[in-house]
């Protein structure tokens, strides 16, 4: 029989792969208040204020600056690494208009057009995307 494992020691080993964040217990705590805003976009008159006066609506939340900045700025790799959920933040998207595809398309370093490409070819190579550890 093995020893149990130190949760947190190894949900933290995910954060060492290139662009994963793992939506652990932390990060939902660290997170909550962002994810409620985005839940709230699911109402109509919520989506209206919010595109009215984006900030105002953001400072009614007791969200970070850091992550109403992050909504601000649209750096959705910047809000779920401040504790976004990323189907939470599907809210946010479709008050901007957006497909999720065309909203993760802006989480790379690609257009639309080569984003959609790669993932009908198949997705993400996971060649070069593994732990950055073994690199050194």
């Given at each position: 029989m093995t020893a149990p494992r130190d949760i947190h020691a190894y949900l933290a080993e995910m954060d060492d792969i290139p662009g994963t964040r793992?939506?652990?217990?932390?990060?939902?705590?660290?997170?909550?208040?962002?994810?409620?805003?985005?839940?709230?976009?699911?109402?109509?008159?919520?989506?209206?204020?919010?595109?009215?006066?984006?900030?105002?609506?953001?400072?009614?939340?007791?969200?970070?600056?850091?992550?109403?900045?992050?909504?601000?700025?649209?750096?959705?790799?910047?809000?779920?690494?401040?504790?976004?959920?990323?189907?939470?933040?599907?809210?946010?998207?479709?008050?901007d208009g957006k497909s999720f595809a065309q909203a993760v398309s802006t989480m790379t370093d690609m257009s639309f057009e080569d984003y959609t490409a790669m993932m009908i070819a198949g997705g993400r190579s996971p060649v070069g995307q593994r732990s950055i550890k073994e690199k050194y």
């Open positions: 793992v939506f652990t217990a932390a990060r939902a705590r660290q997170g909550y208040h962002l994810n409620q805003f985005a839940m709230s976009l699911m109402k109509a008159a919520n989506r209206e204020a919010f595109k009215a006066d984006e900030r105002a609506y953001l400072d009614a939340w007791p969200m970070t600056e850091d992550q109403k900045q992050a909504v601000l700025d649209r750096d959705f790799n910047r809000c779920l690494s401040l504790g976004g959920n990323i189907y939470f933040l599907a809210k946010l998207f479709s008050t």
